[in-house]
């Protein structure tokens, strides 16, 4: 399975991610969610649920491939949404540098449960520590090649998360991020 499979176990990540968001832009009343239904509905229930709680409107705009990520932001312009929670996807996490770039000349506040859509002109991400993840999956190849039985070993979840905040991009938005997120920053970007 891959990273950005792994993140699809962790609803409760993606409705963290909401959270942040609107901390981050306290003015946000509508939020679009980017969403690949290839993944499933896991997140997605998760964020909507979240919203619910928060008193946020969120919209679902899907993309099944690449060509759909930029029908998917007009879509947004359209909708009059101030900001965009992208949620893990193969589709997303492959293609950072198309979804940053249209986030960033649509002037949308964007977090995405992917850390490359924030160090490639995202506002915010948060996730799991990517280099952690992979540190787990060599150990359990170790024990693997060490002739433990695949079936026999735990399935494993990332330990630690990582939050990224890209200030160059919020000056660009006109935006400031607030010091409360700053601090727990794993990874600021200026």
Known sequence: RNVTGVVRDFPDVAAKCLQLLKEAVPSLSGIGVLWDPTTGSLQLAAVQAAARGMGID???FEARRAADIAD???SLDLAHIQGVLVLSSPLFGGNPQLVAGIAVRKKVPTISLLPDIAREGGLLAYGPDIQGV???AGGMVRKVLQGTNPAELPAERPSRFELIANLKT???LGLEIPPSILARADEVIE
Request: net charge positive; charged share 25%.
């Open 58 to 60: 969120i919209r679902v």
């Open 170 to 172: 919020a000056k660009a």
């Open 134 to 136: 992979y540190r787990q």
């Open 72 to 74: 998917a932001f007009h």
